[in-house]
């Protein structure tokens, strides 16, 4: 494999929307390239050239269609990219401008964040300022409080934001969607003292370890077999080291049996933890 150096951010763009075609259509054409980027025939021929330099072995040119299709023997790719990443693409039709129909179809979320409300806690994020909300809770109805947000996180369900709060004095975990309104500070109380800064969240700094196995109270030996495969267990176990503020989102989105000897009566769990 060659290096990318030398190559400018268009160039290499091209490179990998061609190693992209390979791998999820199986084949590339020169027209494809064309209508994708809107270059020159020569232009397209130039990165069919310079693709085959970069992965020689990745693709094989079939003159009777004329077109370049993926050598399955040899290919391996010349982007490091996760499987995570190509996923997310695929699901935005990041491939092909004129994509006739999607291969993922993503299930969209219920509710949508509010633009004015996520910007500005992103603004005082990405500043370390603190701001005034009022926002709504089950147990608290309509309460105003000042916060010291400091990173959103998404459980693909619900986005929340890890703010100091300090009326409670704590860090705590606010649900975007519920902050009604924002309100700047003024100068004197825009200071961040140093226990409201992140370094100061111990919770959400420390890591832990949730081991989870398949349900020993739902699944024999050859039906847990699937959990395993679900979850890429190993040894019959998955561990997974998450942030330990986290951890109860992550246990709730597995639908994990947490109770004592694994007692938890729900059709939806399939896992538990040890």
Request: glycine share 2%; net charge neutral; with cysteine.
């Amino acid at each position: 494999m060659n290096s990318f150096e030398g190559l400018t951010h268009a160039v290499r763009e091209r490179l990998e929307f061609i190693e992209k075609q390979l791998i999820f259509k199986g084949w590339i054409s020169r027209a494809d390239l064309i209508e994708q980027f809107g270059i020159a025939e020569a232009a397209a021929t130039r990165d069919f050239k310079a693709y085959k330099e970069l992965a020689p072995e990745n693709m094989v040119l079939n003159h009777t269609v004329k077109k370049y299709e993926i050598n399955l023997g040899g290919f391996s790719p010349a982007f490091d990219k996760s499987t995570t990443l190509y996923i997310n693409e695929l699901k935005n039709n990041f491939f092909e401008k004129k994509a006739s129909e999607k291969i993922i179809e993503p299930m969209d979320r219920i509710s949508y964040l509010k633009f004015d409300i996520f910007s500005c806690v992103a603004r005082a994020i990405t500043n370390r300022e603190p701001i005034k909300i009022k926002y709504r809770s089950l147990e608290n109805n309509l309460s105003e409080r000042v916060v010291v947000p400091h990173t959103f996180f998404d459980t693909d369900i619900r986005m929340y934001v890890r703010c100091y709060d300090r009326k409670r004095a704590k860090f705590s975990d606010f649900m975007v969607n519920r902050i009604v309104s924002i309100t700047a500070l003024e100068d004197d109380e825009r200071s961040v003292k140093n226990n409201e800064k992140p370094i100061c969240d111990n919770e959400w700094n420390e890591f832990i370890d949730l081991i989870l196995i398949p349900h020993p109270k739902k699944f024999n030996e050859e039906t847990k077999l699937c959990i395993e495969m679900d979850l890429d267990m190993q040894d019959g176990k998955k561990t997974v080291p998450v942030r330990k503020s986290l951890a109860p989102y992550w246990l709730n989105r597995w639908d994990v049996d947490c109770s004592k000897d694994g007692l938890l009566k729900s059709k939806k769990v399939s896992v538990i933890f040890i």
